[in-house]
């Protein structure tokens, strides 16, 4: 093969992995970020566990079998 | 009935509760402090839930006299029943109140001791719950679960 032309592939090669490589570590980082924060979805979830929770626990109490 | 013993929560260690309340297990003192630990409280809190919704569930199938419910002696008698339930609804009371607080913390606040306290309330609790149902497979591997959150 030309070896200009392996050389421009080389370049096309960096160019391509400048590109990604910033990308790929921003991608990685929200990635870790959205795993640490908890989201409000999370906590209205966990809010009403315990709701339910309290209300099977009402609704036994008052159960006559 | 089953009795968990001294030894039984000393092999919890720490426990979630504290670790869930600090944030980090080394003491440190502020909600916000360390890398994600408001992730580290909810998944603690997260897992007890899991655990006392599951007790419960396991709780309800065994009260004596209803179908499918085990004979005499391994079966849970009414009154019992609602001693328990009764606990599940100081569950509801300290992880709702629990959750309240650990949600509206900023980042930085230093973690109050109001929520010291309904963790550590919460977490024997739970354990009280866990030793209230009959011995068997389910009721440890609930015990198992409680003790790694």
Same mark, same amino acid.
Request: net charge neutral; proline share 0%; hydrophobic share 50%.
């Given at each position: 093969m030309d070896i200009n032309k392996l050389i421009k592939i080389a370049q096309a090669v960096g160019d391509v992995v400048k590109v990604v490589s910033p990308a790929a570590t921003e991608i990685r980082a929200r990635l870790a970020a959205a795993r640490v924060e908890v989201t409000e979805a999370e906590w209205d979830e966990l809010a009403a566990g315990w709701v339910s929770i309290g209300d099977t626990a009402r609704s036994e109490i008052a159960r006559k079998d | 009935m089953k009795v968990l013993t001294r030894s039984t929560f000393a092999g919890? !260690?720490? !426990?979630f509760l504290l670790l869930a309340a600090c944030g980090c297990a080394n003491g440190c003192a502020t909600m916000g402090g360390g890398t994600g630990a408001k992730r580290t409280a909810y998944d603690g809190l997260k897992t007890t839930q899991i655990v006392l919704a599951a007790a419960q569930q396991l709780e309800i199938l065994l009260v004596c006299d209803r179908p499918g419910a085990p004979p005499a002696g391994a079966c849970v008698p009414k009154p019992l029943h609602d001693q328990i339930q009764g606990y599940f609804l100081l569950a509801e009371d300290y992880g709702g109140k629990l959750t309240a607080i650990t949600r509206s913390l900023p980042k930085g606040t230093p973690t109050p001791g109001e929520a010291i306290d309904l963790a550590l309330k919460l977490r024997a609790l739970a354990w009280k719950i866990l030793s209230a149902l009959p011995e068997g497979p389910e009721a440890k591997e609930l015990e198992t679960k409680l003790a790694e959150a």
């Open positions: - | 919890v !260690g720490l !426990g």
